[in-house]
């Protein structure tokens, strides 16, 4: 064989062009290689962020629901709450305004009595009540009527009698207020009614005292009372 030194120009040509292609083929192998591997890995690479993303978003959404299940829970268990206090309030109301009923009775103030049918000797005499109909704060024992609380209030007396100048006097302590008069009616029954608002404070007295110094009085006489204010 010839020597490297001995060798023609075309056979040197031909040998460089040989190693030049076994080269340039690996070095292309190994960079299509490379380019497939990248392309490979950015495939996977894509493939592996869309799904991750996906899994992402359902966790999220998972997490939603369940928040949204909690509140809803919440909000139903509020409701629940809301209701339940309204029926309370509701019940609260009736039982105040019971309460406020019985309580306005309770304190309510007056009296309504029906009159001792007798004959009254002398007119510093205190006409007695016969049948209390009604005595709201017992502020009435049968013959005197004893402020409880300060105010007004209205006096009313209807007398029945046959006495001649018969009449009855409501009194206010020892001062006289208005008169039922009957005026001149022997011998047959006549009636004669008066009413008087007063101010009254504590332990102030209200009563009838008889006109004349003899009167009969009839059962069907009334004295009434009541706070107005």
């Not at 998972?62 to 509701?90: H, P």
Request: contains cysteine; hydrophobic residues 35%; positive net charge.
């Amino acid at each position: 064989m010839d020597s490297p030194t001995n060798m023609t120009p075309f056979v040197k040509c031909l040998i460089f062009a040989v190693v030049c292609l076994i080269i340039g083929g690996n070095c292309g192998d190994h960079s299509l290689d490379r380019r497939t591997n990248i392309a490979k890995r950015s495939d996977k690479n894509t493939y592996y962020n869309i799904y991750s993303k996906i899994n992402a978003m359902e966790k999220d959404l998972k997490n939603l629901e369940t928040k949204l299940l909690k509140r809803t829970k919440m909000l139903r268990q509020v409701l629940q709450s809301v209701i339940e206090m309204d029926s309370n309030l509701g019940l609260s109301d009736e039982n105040l305004k019971k309460e406020g009923k019985l309580a306005s009775k309770k304190n309510a103030i007056g009296f309504t009595t029906r009159l001792e049918q007798t004959t009254y000797v002398g007119s510093s005499s205190i006409i007695r009540g016969n049948f209390i109909l009604y005595n709201g704060g017992n502020a009435y024992n049968g013959t005197v009527f004893t402020c409880p609380s300060p105010g007004l209030y209205l006096f009313h007396v209807s007398l029945c009698t046959r006495t001649k100048y018969g009449g009855i006097w409501i009194y206010k302590n020892s001062q006289k207020l208005t008169i039922a008069y009957a005026g001149y009616v022997d011998p047959q029954y006549n009636g004669a009614s008066v009413s008087a608002a007063v101010w009254l404070d504590v332990g102030d007295q209200v009563y009838l005292r008889a006109h004349t110094s003899s009167m009969l009085v009839d059962n069907n006489s009334v004295f009434t009372g009541i706070r107005v204010n």
